[in-house]
């Protein structure tokens, strides 16, 4: 293949560079291009948007809740943040297990009245070795049942997966119809072009299907994931 | 590996193969029907396959803009680039990181281009323990065995398989111990894998995109492995090839919609995650560097060129999914790391089509591969161009080039054509009238060592058109 003769005193960047240039038939160096891309990359157009995510603020999150227990996630909608610790407390207590619970330094986690439940709570990430944890959602996508979840020592990566199961907080407030939404608020919320260290776009609890196409739940990050809406927050 | 010549033999064996075969059933109901229900749920599911195609389109055409803009936006994230030419370049660099960071375990998630480079190999010759942690790749390494699926590696194999080959690896765990449903080979992969993950000291994944306007990169799976291989160590390397860039998350977007469904028929995969540099102030976890290795290994010399649509692919597995060939004999009969009609295509680009040649060839040009592309890839079309190349190079076998050239020699003299192909149907009707069908026949024992060739009903094609329309002359 022409181009594959390795030409010494170029670096691999400056070489494969010029070879998508030459095939290309381009220099790089064109006004035109350059301005189509760095629009492109500036203006960040939506595409198509499927119009199921769409609509007012309870079909939205109607559509949220179905889809995310079609793909196999549990739903509760609560009425205020002050009924999210005994919803978590319920949860564990009805599917038989330890009451404890790790959670980050999120501020509406922290205002919650968890002293009112016989939770146990501990703070920070996870090391591998807890049970049940909480995050607090950035944003919940009605379209797929998406969450949005978004790193730092709020609502620590860990917590996402390492728990064998794992307790969202959404505001219904934050319930959007599409991506293009959640981009929208990350743009907002850390400036366009920036980003968090992760964004962890999550759809029901882990699963595998790779032993004869079954599918089972649990495969390596939770085996159940259960999510709280909160209405008014 | 590359065992892509040997197609015929290999492809024989497999469909002599009954454990193999039996495996090869669970293709239909769960890829097929799967994705053809989630492609029914979604109303934009096609004008997304254009709005799919017209991104990579773009962004291949502006491929050098996009890295630049992209490898900006990574180190202001205080990530690092490296550029591979070839897939030895992609193996040194990441021996080199690993080397000087003192590294013995390395997790990985899955990762084609990982399997393209010879990864695994490369680390285990210099002493490093390669860990795969995706369960079907998991399962793979365990046996010695390339993926036969891009998507699902191990779905050639059966659960008394994988049984027995947990048996064999897991000898710490009681004998006695039952392992005859899959959730419990999962429970044990589980526990195994957990340990692992916690004490690598380097997490290698791939990327389904790179964020050109982020410097993002993009992973999507199931499990949570890729996660887990991600947050825990203290170095993350992303290993991807170049045409993984997309310009913005907006088109991300666009491309997420019809990968999971395309792939496994789920509207999204379970953890699509966004990763961006490395850890930041304050971060409680996530990794402490973040490189990711920019690989060519032959695809900037596809642009431009017949096979640069095959540059669109996003390795969802449909096309293989819906073949016929590759549900008749399964993925490791092509002896490619790319399977199906999309290695077909992609194979002898990074082969050459000396190697590669054969697998243009298994094809039944159907077109169901490009009926379902969520980005539009005229695959038969591209296997046609390869095809082409093959005969001119004089690849192909004797019989094919002479099976050719005498087709050739009535095809460019109509009228021959029509004379000798309406006296041998006549014949063959004549011939065939008492059974209605041949059971053997000169010169045509392929097809026949298998089945039966229908009789032809008298008739020519072309003097029925004729007939009917008054046109074809």
Redo the contacts between chains.
Sequence with gaps: ????K?EAQL???E???A???R????T?AEAP??M??ED??AE?????????GQGDGATQAARFKA?AE??QASVAEVASAADVPSEIARFLRDSNLPATLRM?EDARLASMPWGATTLEIAR?????HDLNAVTAAFAAVA????LALD???DN???L???PDNHFVVVAASDIVG???SV?RK?RARYGK??????????????????????L?L?????RRLHIVIVKDA | MATASHFKENAHAALHDAPLQKALQHVRANFIDKRAKAVARLPEFDALRDSARDIKDHTLANLDLYLEAYEAKVVEAGGQVHYAVTAKDGVDIVLKLCRDRGAKAVTKGKSMIAEEIGLNAALEAAGIDPIETDLGEYIIQLRGEPPSHIIAPAVHLNKEQVAEDFRRAHRDLPRDRDLSQPVQLLTEARGILRDKFLSADIGVTGANFLIAETGTSIIVTNEGNGDLTQILPKVHIVIASLEKIVPTLEDASQLLRVLARSATGQDMSVYTTLSTGPRRPGDPDGPEEYHVILLDNGRSSMLGGDFEDMLRCIRCGACMNHCPIYRAVGGHAYGSVYPGPMGAVLTPSLIGVEEGGQLPNASTFCGRCEAVCPVRIPLPNMMRHWREREFERHLSPASVRYGIGFWAFFAKRPALYRLTTNIAMRALHLLGRAKGRFASLPFAGGWTRYRDLPAPQGATFQSRWRAKSGRLN
Excluded: C
Aim: proline residues 7%.
């Design positions: 293949m022409a181009g594959q390795r670096s691999a960047r070489e494969i560079l070879n998508i240039r095939s290309l038939g381009v790089g291009r350059r189509a891309v492109r990359l960040a157009r939506s595409g198509i948007i499927p119009e199921r889809e079609r793909a980050g920070g990430a996870s090391d591998g379209e797929s049942g998406t790193s730092g020592p620590p990566t860990t996402n997966f390492l599409d991506y293009e981009w990350l072009g920036a980003m968090p260290r992760t964004v962890n776009l999550v759809t029901g609890p882990s699963r595998s299907a790779d032993i004869e196409q079954t089972l649990g495969a390596h990050g939770p």
